[in-house]
């Protein structure tokens, strides 16, 4: 594609590195800004950078915060000893707009997939096992896409912290083999969470 300007090719090839955008799409974005006022444009890149320079992962859950603990963390509440892990941000978006979760949650930053080279130390599964050996927590629930690289991170961390007493759980499978949490509709993914199950049972109905 020829383009009249190196500025427009440029903020275009930029715009089309994100995912699920096109250079056709990318090219009517970039459009769409010109022709908008200048103070809307700047106010856009404003934000952006300001996401990029303040944004913050919650030290406790790995969630992002304008804080240094996030807004989860923080409450009064909260139950702290009701832990909810799940694989990114998305996933925790998508559990508190059901309103039925009134504990905390940890943030793995993905999940376990030999195929793409993230093994478990690319992971915050550290800190996770930190947490349930220094505090009172009493469950873990497992809130991971029906994958089978979310099977297999559920199946590690679980392998870890067997021993140690604590109720561990997984939300019902309201939620379709091989879906992500991110897309389940709010009512289907509350009674999900509300109707967790043991995980041993899970393991049962594999063998």
């Known amino acids: 594609m020829n383009y009249p300007s190196k500025l427009l090719e440029k903020a275009v090839y930029e715009m089309g590195r ?85 504990g905390v949650y940890h943030v793995l930053g993905g999940k ?20 349930t050996q220094e505090e009172k927590i009493k469950e873990i629930i497992f809130a991971l896409s029906s994958t089978m690289e979310g099977d297999t991170t559920v199946f590690y961390i679980y392998k870890q912290i067997k021993h140690l007493g604590l109720k561990i759980s997984t ?14 509709d709010e009512v289907t993914l509350g009674r999900s969470i509300l109707h967790r199950v043991p995980y041993e049972d899970i393991l049962e109905d594999k063998r």
Do not use: W
Not at 72 to 89: P, T
Not at 112 to 131: A, R, T, V, Y
């Open 171 to 184: 939300i019902a499978r309201g939620i379709s083999v091989g879906d992500e949490l991110e897309y389940a």
């Open 18 to 102: 994100l995912p699920g955008i096109g250079k056709r799409t990318a090219l009517r974005v970039v459009m769409h800004l010109l022709q908008h006022p200048k103070e809307k444009t700047k106010s856009l890149t404003l934000s952006l950078e300001e996401l990029i320079e303040k944004i913050h992962h919650c030290k406790e859950c790995h969630n992002i915060s304008d804080k240094t603990i996030c807004e989860v963390c923080a409450s009064l509440h909260r139950d702290k000893q009701i832990i909810c892990v799940v694989e990114d941000i998305r996933d925790v978006m998508a559990i508190e707009n059901t309103g039925q979760y009134k």
């Open 112 to 131: 376990i997939s030999p195929m793409e080279g993230i093994g478990p130390n690319q992971l915050h599964i550290q800190s996770l096992f930190e947490k």
